[in-house]
């Protein structure tokens, strides 16, 4: 069970230091609020997505997509 919680604990971290590297203006609050904020979010949580066994590049790219168009594809 703390596996699980620390596999997603450090999934958000990592697509906010992702979203820092995308948009250098940006700062780590407003980084962490498009995470927490995003129905990607909500995906990395549900555990039966499984998103947080996935590679942070890989979730990125479902934030990114979400972020861009608004949804969650």
């Keep these: 069970m703390m596996e699980k ?3 997603k ?5 990592n697509l906010a230091l992702l979203l820092l590297e995308k948009h250098a ?4 609050e407003q980084a962490l609020s498009a995470v927490f ?3 990607t979010y909500q995906k990395v949580m549900n ?6 066994y996935q590679s942070p ?3 990125f790219s479902f934030l990114e997509e ?3 168009t608004g949804k969650f594809s």
């Design 5 to 7: 919680i620390s596999m």
């Design 9 to 13: 604990a450090d999934m958000v971290k």
């Design 25 to 28: 203006d940006w700062t780590m």
């Design 37 to 39: 904020n995003s129905d």
């Design 47 to 52: 555990e039966q997505t499984h998103l947080y």
């Design 57 to 59: 590049r890989y979730v």
């Design 66 to 68: 979400e972020l861009r």
